[in-house]
């Protein structure tokens, strides 16, 4: 399923560019992926919402059925607003003072909990009247296996598997009900292998957690972004867990659910980014075109250097050639150097592919420009789903004092 240039082209001739441009659609056939993959198993799926929480996305995935994983109180409210009931809501903050945590608590969501001294408290505070989960750094190393070291823990996130003893020395004297186990790793599965293995990892610890009812293991559900990309064979992947667990659940005697946390495997693909060719400019050794963007609407190539698949929609018969395109942006933000485009000339529209995930949700307003609109295609017919900002925008929350 994929949004026709036709579509892109009338969303920005009626709403301008430039403009993000999401097709629900996709997003169900990718959880539909997911589901059917991994059928033979327990599991739940949290859409990681901070991809995409355009309060219309947010209330399409619950509409499907699928749960959400929020990073921070505001967008727990915003999964509410949506229509999420507490139970399908997981909290999984980093870093945030103890407050933000109990506000979570007090809304009745899954409470995962990432640091030593905040796990300390909430034992302190709550014993076991309030269920957790405890989210583990398993030290999986990215390139093929994993490898708990001590030599190599320089990542902020989770409680090190290394500090078991400490955390079961908290359990015991407070009581804490630990019913879920979390690990996020981050990194894109391109070799499922590495994945099972710290799934191994994790089903040893869990060993120690006699209230378990779940193991979350996050995402790294990877798409593909350029056209001989892999994607995770979520299939093979969810036969292989399925056996996994099924044999577990024997050797323990219980059931236990499994969680997943996509983000970018089910909005990625479903989002478009069209702009608009400015100018065209040759310079000595370079033929760029300035688009009117810039890494203040999509800052995934230059933060990350990403790469997004660019089309000129309004040239596509026109002879390819090489440019570099860049925004026009007062700092240097390349989007793409030396792609075959067909040829662009003046206000042709360019499109970036896989723009979902962490498009407009990492924009800013920088330069003083405005937001770009986002647009909806809900069975073939476009929604506008957020204004463009305006210029009084800039200056919504500025207190004048002189
Ligand atoms: C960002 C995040 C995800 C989603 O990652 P994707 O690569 O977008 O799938 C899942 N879980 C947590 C805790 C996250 O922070």
Redesign the pocket.
């Known amino acids: 399923m994929a949004l026709s240039n036709e579509q892109l082209i009338a969303a920005a001739n009626e709403f301008g560019t430039p403009v993000y441009v999401y097709e629900a659609e996709k997003i169900a056939e990718q959880y539909n992926k997911l589901t059917t993959a991994f059928s033979k198993t327990n599991a739940r799926f949290f859409y ?1 919402c ?2 995409l929480t355009n309060i219309n996305i947010l209330k399409y995935v619950q509409s499907l059925g699928a749960n959400i ?1 929020c ?1 921070s109180i505001y967008e727990v409210r915003l999964a509410l607003k949506a229509g999420f009931t507490p139970d399908r809501i997981m909290f ?1 903050p980093n870093c945030v003072d103890f407050e933000e945590i109990v506000a979570g608590k007090d809304l009745g969501v899954h409470v995962n909990i990432d640091n030593i001294p905040m796990l300390e408290e909430f034992g302190n505070t709550f014993g076991n009247s309030y269920p957790i989960c405890i989210r583990l750094n398993p030290h999986i190393m990215a390139g093929g296996n994993y490898k708990i070291s001590t030599g190599h823990i320089d990542s902020k996130f989770g409680i090190s598997i290394h500090q078991l003893r400490h955390v079961e020395r908290i359990i015991e004297s407070t009581k804490l009900n630990v019913v879920g186990l979390h690990m ?1 790793t ?1 990194s ?1 599965i391109k070799d499922i292998n590495v994945f099972l293995e710290g799934l191994d990892v994790m089903l040893d610890i869990a060993k120690r957690f006699p209230n378990l009812t779940f193991i979350d293991l ?4 990877k798409v593909p972004y350029k056209e001989d990309d892999v994607a995770t064979d979520v299939d093979q992947l969810g036969s292989r867990v399925a056996k996994i667990f099924n044999d577990y659940q024997k050797e323990i005697g219980k059931e236990l659910e499994v969680w997943f ?5 089910l909005v990625s693909e479903c989002g478009y980014f069209v702009v608009k060719a400015n100018v065209i400019k040759t310079t000595t050794a370079t033929v760029f075109v300035g688009v009117n963007s810039g890494f203040n609407h999509l800052i995934r190539p230059m933060f990350y250097e990403a790469y997004h698949f660019i089309e000129n929609i309004s040239n596509l018969s026109g002879p390819e050639r090489i440019y570099t395109v860049v925004g026009n942006i007062c700092e240097t933000d390349t989007f793409a150097w030396d792609r075959k485009i067909n040829e662009v000339r003046e206000n042709d529209l360019l499109v970036f592919h896989n723009a979902g ?2 498009g407009f949700e990492m924009s800013s307003n920088f330069n003083s420009r405005l937001k770009p609109a986002e647009v909806l295609y809900l069975n073939n017919k476009a929604h506008l789903i957020r204004k463009r900002d305006t210029f009084e925008d800039l200056l919504k929350n500025e207190i004048e004092v002189l």
């Open positions: 990681a901070k991809a994983d990073v999984t996020h981050g894109e996050g995402s790294g559900f946390e996509p983000g970018k495997y995930a962490y």
